[in-house]
């Protein structure tokens, strides 16, 4: 037995984790889905989305951030967080411009598997409509702002996985954008392989002259959820 | 007993929500026998006659006419229902949010690569709706009861929506039924 082992449960439910594990990564081992949108394998957590938001002995966590301790116990599942998720989600989609019938990542995208989880038909906050910008310069990656959710997942890739330091942010509050190091995305040294592109969960970052390239019904979230290659059955959820 | 009356309209929108409707193939002669059509584009009756149970609404709005029927629509509909991406987003036409209207008209009407207009005049005529500010979503106008998104939501999303709602169900779609594109 591991002397770094420990207990606690999610749900009800006890699971083993380890020691230095956050509580996402605890669950994903113990076949709970936490939900999360600015959470990534291979790079450091943010903390950033909100949406992986858990209570903690009742005290709400970001469960990607959270590490572990013995006998904690948490509450993932539950109508209240599953609501506040929901509001995270749709808070997502009317702050920007998110027009899916025509978006490369359609099928594909994390911010619309998670509205298709939840069984979003229509968000309840009003359409902000902002303007944001499209840097179509590089000659294969480009840039829809429109898309944007601040995931800030390209940045730190682009850090930690790629060595470079393509992308930051700007503005504050509801200024704030995806800015690159550089007058426009071609001054930099991006390229279509980086990690950084990859690790757009929705069609801001994508690389030229591959949109559409899987047809509808074979794309990433067309048949099961998003989160479901975790949980270990979820037969019609 | 009276068959329950559907009717259907086209604001803001392609026709491609109602092209779907007619894409439940053969199980458009089960759904004539379910129910009878009020105004609907699909039999060309312009103005709603009596009390519907579920009105249809493709396409947001996007000027002052979509706004009139869209307000009629849910006068006499009981449920009334926004089906598509347009009417539950704005949709394609929403596009022009990101641009004022001024800059829209002037565009379209005169300096589009495309446009032949030698009086220089953007047209308005009375029987020309006016454009609202911006396209909106049916549910920042009226109430709406339910939403079937997709563009267009699939022949089966529609066919599986109308049979729960003429069971007195509310429409509870699987997975693979709600879908944004």
Sequence with gaps: MNTDAITLTIDGKKIEARRGDTILEAADRA??????????????????????????????????TQPVAPGMVIENDTEELRELRRDLIDMLFVEGNHFCMFCEKSGNCELQALAYRFGITAPKYPYLFPQRGVDASHPDVMIDGNRCVLCGRCVRASRALDGKHVFGFTGRGPGKRLAVNGPNLAA?????????????????????????KVPVGRRLYDHSPIGSEIEPQTPGK | MAKPKVATTSLCGCFGCHMSLLDIDDRILQLVELVDFDRSPINDIKEIEGQVDIGLIEGGCCNEENLKVLHEFRRHCKILISVGDCAINGGIPALRNMVPLEECYREAYLNGPTVVNPAGKVPDDPEIPLLLDKVYPCHEAVKIDYHLPGCPPSADTLWAALVALLNGKAPELPYELVKYD
Excluded: F, I, S
């Design chain 1, 188 to 212: 930099t040294d991006v390229a279509a392989p980086d990690r950084a592109v990859a690790a757009c969960p929705t069609g801001t970052l994508l690389v030229k002259r591959v949109g559409y």
């Design chain 1, 31 to 64: 076949g709970v889905y936490v939900p999360r949108l600015c959470w990534m394998k291979d790079l450091l957590p943010a903390g950033g989305c909100r949406v992986c938001t858990v209570r903690v002995n009742g005290r709400p966590q970001a469960a990607c």
